[in-house]
């Protein structure tokens, strides 16, 4: 007998008959959810030793002069109409100027080819025109994000017949029709096989002649654009009890186009999430008789909705929230840093309080990274990946970095913060912080069970294939292609081993950095060392629990928190070669890694102290973490270098916040911008008077140490820090014409 027939036989067959009890089974739900996208860096990180050249070899997130110029102009526009105010206490919605500027300039159709009258923009120009937005207005930025995301533009794009894909896509991107989806339903969240929205395929009229189609009843919540959407994407359970299809009964979750004039479409009531005022609210219809061709993709597409979906979602959640998430951080950054340099307390701007700069400086790293890995995503996306587990990281990662960012602000500009008026810039992006966290899959739902119990399956370089041979039908080959995956497994893990002894006993010092890594290149090596642990440890994890790791949801969510750090920290990594390993954003690049290292540490010890198979937990930590935890988070000199980023002028400034929408002569945000210039130009008079003794320009006046023109600039000053400072107050028959109005 051959060494490999007898390895088969005697090794493999035991092993085969093991794992398929031991693997966890999968819903098709599930399996269609983990066959969505592809693979791309994480993968790599999967591996346990990445190839850091092919990271930075990719080429950056670009604009093309036509996107550049959209930005530069109808974005420029569109920020300028929108006062945020206005649409928030006053119209409850855009005012219809702007709804009708949205339609004739395309907004609704950035996804849309040329060839059907789209702008057919990338992802990259996708993400930062709803990056610019949402620096101005939630609910224009929202509006727009919407029709570009998942829904009916996407999936006629992906899965639409020809004819479906002529008819609907040039009255989407012209904004003749105003589109929507529905799936969430009151009976099923995140869990759509739970949904009893429903369908039965039969025969009926339409449009005056009898045709095959589907009669349809369903309610759906939370359905964003739905109270003025004239075409409804849907989501459904379908059936054919008379066989009028094939042989099945229960096809499964389909997709179809309703047009919301349909008879028997509910449509128009909002609801008024956080007090957010996007179009947003439930709709329902009862017996609603559409035709087949209504399925997206034609009848051969029904039962395939769920497949679609997660196709679909794949690429669009890396792009909508994490836009919306970074310009929240940039935005928080921003108004803060140039807030506590113009603020003052005990004579001095809060700024130079290490309290507030400990915010700051946190503040300005997050900003810096939630937008490195939005860039990085972009280019994944642009270069044709759909990096499904990548999209998953970025949507709860970056909306989580956003609620510390967010939450940071409105402790430095404390009660101004908290007054609402046109004054308080930060009121409104704070009430909109729930539901960037709860949209597209509630983050818990994301963090325990998607990261890694996806990124498990989907980006191990073997476990799919060992799972495929696994559910073969014919046994025979099954086993073949199980002996041939696990042993490569077997000899993959046991160098990884190795490798993850070896750098960990010697702190990562002889793992691999590029040659341009320069003053960085100890953070490559320890984000080697981290990754060669991190796959090891999910390899034991995974043979140890098998498919009990489902229900060990914090386990697998501390191991999707290692795969979530490796990447954003090599987010970090990517953004500071790409421009071009600049001084100043050392600190920044610092912080990050620093912070991210500290949290990779404390997951993997958190996930060795509850691995349930003790004896394997002690190899593991023996193996990766043999003096425990060290790393500490990045140093208060480093946090401090962070903050100062925020509170000069300076183009480490400029870089680190970029693209921000400019404020309207007067408001709020241009006054901020104007005391913040003129206390930059101020600063280095005052610290001449300082040094001399003077703690008071009126002071230096009389002693003849201040000029006219210096003394007219700290009045300036003076009215401009008065200004910014003051909150807004009301009279009382105007807050209850709000009430009455908000009611």
Avoid at 278 to 294: C, H, L, S, T
Avoid at 352 to 359: L, P
Avoid at 379 to 385: K, V
């Amino acid at each position: 007998m051959a060494a490999s027939s007898w390895r088969r036989e005697w090794l493999s067959k035991p092993l085969f008959r093991w794992a398929a009890k031991a693997l966890p089974t999968m819903s098709d739900t599930e399996r269609e959810a983990i066959e969505a996208g592809d693979v791309w860096w994480d993968a790599d990180l999967f591996t346990g030793n990445p190839e850091w050249r092919r990271l930075l070899d990719m080429p950056p997130a670009r604009l093309s002069d036509e996107e550049r110029a959209f930005l530069d102009g109808p974005v420029a526009e569109l920020c300028a109409m929108v006062d945020d105010w206005r649409v928030n206490w006053e119209l409850h919605d855009l005012p219809p100027d702007i709804w009708a500027f949205l339609k004739a300039r395309k907004f609704f159709g950035m996804i849309i080819p040329r060839k059907y009258g789209g702008l057919g923009f990338s992802a990259y120009a996708h993400s930062e025109v709803v990056r610019r937005i949402s620096t101005r207005s939630l609910t224009a930025a929202v509006t727009v994000m919407v029709p570009n995301s998942l829904g009916p533009g996407e999936l006629l794009l992906h899965f639409g017949t020809d004819a479906q894909r002529e008819h609907w896509l040039p009255r989407l991107a012209d904004g003749r029709d105003i589109p929507c989806f529905g799936l969430t339903s009151p009976e099923a969240g995140s869990d759509a096989a739970a949904m009893v929205d429903h369908g039965v395929v039969c025969k009926g009229m339409w449009q005056g002649r009898e045709v095959l189609g589907m009669r349809l009843t369903w309610h759906k919540r939370y359905i964003t654009l739905g109270p003025v959407a004239t075409v409804l994407g849907l989501a459904f359970k379908l059936r054919d009890p008379d066989r009028l299809l094939g042989d099945r009964e229960d096809i499964g979750i389909t997709v179809a186009l309703v047009p919301t004039d349909t008879p028997g479409v509910e449509i128009g009531r909002r609801h008024l999430p956080a007090m957010q005022v996007f179009q947003n609210g439930p709709n329902q219809g009862k017996d609603v008789f559409i035709p087949m061709e209504a399925v997206i993709g034609g009848v051969e597409r029904v039962g395939q909705g769920w497949q679609m979906l997660m196709t679909a979602l794949a690429a669009g959640r890396g792009i909508s929230l994490p836009s919306l998430a970074a310009a929240s951080c940039v935005f928080s950054a921003h108004t803060s840093g140039a807030y506590a340099r113009v603020r003052q307390q005990f004579g001095i701007p809060i700024g130079k309080f290490e309290g507030v700069q400990e915010k700051l400086g946190r503040m300005a790293a997050l900003a810096y990274q939630v937008d490195a890995a939005r860039r990085l995503t972009c280019a994944a996306l642009d270069a044709g990946h759909k990096p499904a587990v990548i999209s998953a990281i970025m949507k709860y990662h970056a909306t989580e970095r956003m609620r510390i960012a967010v939450n940071d602000a409105m402790d430095i500009h404390a009660g101004k913060a908290v007054i609402d008026g046109p004054r308080n810039y930060l009121s409104n992006v704070y009430r909109a912080i729930p539901i960037g966290i709860t949209v597209e899959g509630a983050n818990i739902l994301t963090r325990c069970l998607i990261v890694f119990g996806q990124g498990a399956i989907r980006a191990h370089p073997f476990l799919m294939r060992e799972m495929a041979a696994l559910a073969d039908s014919d046994q025979a080959r099954g086993l073949e292609e199980f002996d041939r995956t696990f042993w490569r497994h077997a000899g993959h893990a046991t160098a990884n081993a190795l490798r993850a002894f070896g750098r960990a006993w010697t702190g990562g010092r002889f793992a691999p950095a590029p040659r341009s890594a320069g003053p960085v290149a100890p953070y490559y090596r320890a984000l080697g060392r981290y990754a060669s642990a991190f796959a090891l440890v999910a390899d034991v994890t995974l043979a140890t629990l098998g498919g009990a790791l489902k229900r060990k949801e914090m386990l697998s969510a501390r191991l999707g928190d290692i795969l979530a750090e490796l990447y954003l920290l090599s987010a970090v990594l990517k953004r500071w070669h790409d421009e071009g390993r600049q001084p100043d954003d050392l600190p920044l690049v610092q912080w990050c890694m620093e912070s991210g290292l500290a949290a990779i540490e404390a997951s993997l010890d958190a996930v060795l102290a509850n691995l349930p198979a003790r004896a394997a937990a002690g190899v593991l930590r023996f193996v990766c973490l043999p003096r425990g935890v060290r790393r500490r988070g990045p140093a208060d000199a480093v946090t401090l270098a962070c903050a100062e980023r925020l509170l000069e002028p300076s183009p480490a400034r400029d870089r680190l916040l970029p693209g921000l929408a400019r404020p309207r002569p007067g408001e709020a945000l241009d006054r901020l911008a104007q005391a913040f210039d003129l206390a930059a130009r101020a600063a280095p008079v005052l610290d001449e008077l300082r040094h001399a003794g003077v703690r008071d320009w009126r002071d230096g006046v009389r002693a003849g140490k201040v000029d006219a023109a210096q003394a007219l600039m700290f009045e300036d000053l003076e009215r401009a820090i008065a200004d910014v400072v003051e909150v807004d107050s009301f009279d009382p028959a105007e807050l209850a014409g709000k009430r009455v109005a908000q009611g």
